[in-house]
């Protein structure tokens, strides 16, 4: 994976030019707003382009059938997703920085040819993950002609048709979960009908249920292997 190190020296040499035969570069307020617009973007791009949309779908499902209101908090769902989505992501980071980073701090590639390299790895990540029909719905709206390949569509038809097909698997997974705690739900409330508790929600005598089943199946662990090879 990239480091640090090497996104700042990329910057430093985006904002950094020849003329006259010496090298020139950018005054040092303008390295850091070009700093702060990638530190403002960059966020939102890797969330919609990466694994990171299904995986904070399927927690949030998990925490809404577990019934447990903000436990987890918002914060240890980002933080898990967020590590999750590097370890899914690893090997195609690890391309990029082979295939697009390395060789432009080299000066082997210009600026616009390492971009290039590194949107069509991340393309083709997506383009793993996107069902055809979704493709081919952006397709049809677009009114283009299909490519022979899936990768020889543009970004702005596959970045949003994986965007539904992330929506789409969250969504199947999310209620796969749902189905075994909302069955909890119903038996503690039949019980609870029968005994005539009417009044008492069943909700919160479910949960401590829910929360002795999830920990004796090692639920977290299920959950992170499972949703690490639901990526291809």
């Known amino acids: 994976m990239p480091a640090v190190s090497d996104i700042i020296d990329v910057v430093e040499k985006a904002t950094s030019s020849e003329e006259g035969g010496s090298k020139t570069e950018w005054a040092t307020p303008v390295k850091l707003v070009v700093i702060f617009t990638l530190l403002a973007v960059l966020p939102s791009l890797m969330a919609m382009t990466t694994s990171f949309t299904r995986i904070v779908i399927v927690l949030s499902f998990v925490r809404r059938a577990l019934s447990t209101q903000s436990i987890p908090p918002n914060t240890a769902i980002m933080g898990l997703a967020i590590f999750l989505t590097l370890y899914t992501m690893a090997p195609t980071f690890a391309k990029i920085n082979i295939e697009a980073i390395q060789p432009y701090l080299a000066e082997e590639v210009d600026f616009e040819t390492a971009t290039e390299n590194a949107a069509e790895l991340i393309k083709e990540f997506m383009v793993r993950q996107t069902r055809k029909s979704d493709l081919a719905l952006f397709v049809n709206m677009a009114k283009m002609q299909p490519p022979k390949s899936p990768l020889e569509l543009p970004l702005h038809v596959v970045i949003p048709s994986f965007i539904i097909s992330e929506f789409r698997t969250a969504f199947e997974i999310g209620c796969l979960m749902f189905i075994p705690f909302l069955l909890l739900d119903l038996v503690i409330a039949s019980i609870l009908l029968s005994a005539g508790m009417m ?22 662990g299920i959950l992170a292997h499972s949703l690490s090879l639901s990526f291809k």
Request: aromatic letters at 14%; hydrophobic letters at 70%; charged letters at 10%.
């Open 199 to 220: 009044m008492l929600p069943p909700v919160m005598i479910s949960l401590p249920f829910k929360l002795i089943l999830f920990i004796l199946i090692d639920g977290w």
